[in-house]
């Protein structure tokens, strides 16, 4: 009861007293006890179809309401870091992936007629898939120069409330954290022992597993909802030989 707030408390006792006034009115002006006690007992049984209508329905509609505001917004926070930092590292990232490329092609080249039942098959291949990167030193510098200009925007999406509705997408800027304080850490040494390159290629594995994964999920938002969008987006990710933006012919 302590912990009760205050204001339901002072409302829950308004209504009382102002129910209670109500009634006595009722009585003092019609003097009949048997019509007040009649309209209280009309009233209390259609209270629980007045629980039902309010309680139930109206906070079920308002639930939802809410909830796609809030799907709505992220999508909003996921298309700023796709278009931010997403897709440059899909770009970046995609040389150390030489040795499975093909195999990437076939499973996430997306195109304009992929539907639902792709995207499953897609997004359950990159859960599954052993992805196995090979790095040089110039690729780690170039991807630590590179996260390290994005510190700060990474950071405001960390603390948006919005991000820590979707955990995949929070994996996602975990990892890159992650990968960033990793990469940060070694920026003095001009020189990285093979055990400690093979170190960095499994946070890379994951990081990409993560990062192309929510790519998939945007890209199905994207088909099913902003068509206009998908299309940029199919000509330009890096799971095709030539990524264009260029309209050359017709895709339909």
């Known amino acids: 009861m302590k912990d009760f707030p205050r204001f339901v408390l002072i409302s829950?006792?308004?209504?009382?007293?102002?129910?209670?006034?109500?009634y006595g009115l009722h009585f003092l002006i019609f003097h009949d006890v048997r019509a007040s006690l009649d309209l209280l007992l009309g009233d209390l049984a259609y209270l629980p179809l007045e629980v039902l209508l309010v309680v139930?329905?109206?906070?079920?509609?308002?639930?939802?309401?809410?909830?796609?505001?809030?799907?709505?917004?992220?999508?909003?926070?996921?298309?700023?870091?796709?278009?931010e930092v997403g897709n440059k590292l899909l770009i970046e990232l995609a040389p150390l992936f030489n040795a499975c490329q093909l195999d990437l092609n076939e499973h996430l080249g997306l195109t304009v007629k992929w539907n639902d039942s792709d995207f499953r098959s897609a997004l359950h291949y990159i859960r599954t898939a052993n992805l196995k990167p090979s790095c040089q030193k110039s690729?780690?510098?170039?991807?630590?120069?590179?996260?390290?200009?994005?510190?700060?925007?990474?950071?405001?999406?960390m603390?948006?409330?919005?991000?820590?509705e979707h955990e995949d997408f929070s994996d996602v800027l975990?990892?890159?954290?992650?990968?960033?304080?990793?990469?940060?850490?070694?920026?003095?040494?001009?020189?990285?022992?093979?055990?400690?390159?093979?170190?960095?290629?499994?946070?890379?594995?994951?990081?990409?597993?993560?990062?192309?994964?929510?790519w998939l999920s945007y890209a199905q938002h994207l088909k099913n909802n902003y068509p206009y969008l998908y299309s940029l987006l199919v000509r330009t990710h890096p799971f095709q030989v030539q990524p264009k933006a260029v309209i050359e012919h017709s895709q339909i």
């Open 12 to 22: 829950a006792a308004i209504a009382v007293s102002l129910s209670a006034s109500l």
């Open 56 to 83: 139930i329905i109206i906070e079920r509609v308002l639930s939802q309401r809410e909830r796609q505001n809030v799907t709505l917004k992220l999508n909003m926070i996921i298309g700023a870091f796709f278009s």
């Open 139 to 157: 690729d780690l510098k170039t991807i630590g120069d590179f996260l390290s200009s994005k510190r700060e925007f990474l950071l405001q999406l």
């Open 159 to 164: 603390q948006n409330p919005y991000v820590l």
């Open 174 to 214: 975990l990892a890159i954290d992650h990968l960033d304080d990793e990469l940060e850490a070694r920026a003095l040494y001009p020189n990285l022992p093979d055990a400690d390159i093979k170190h960095l290629e499994g946070d890379i594995g994951r990081f990409y597993g993560h990062l192309v994964y929510q």
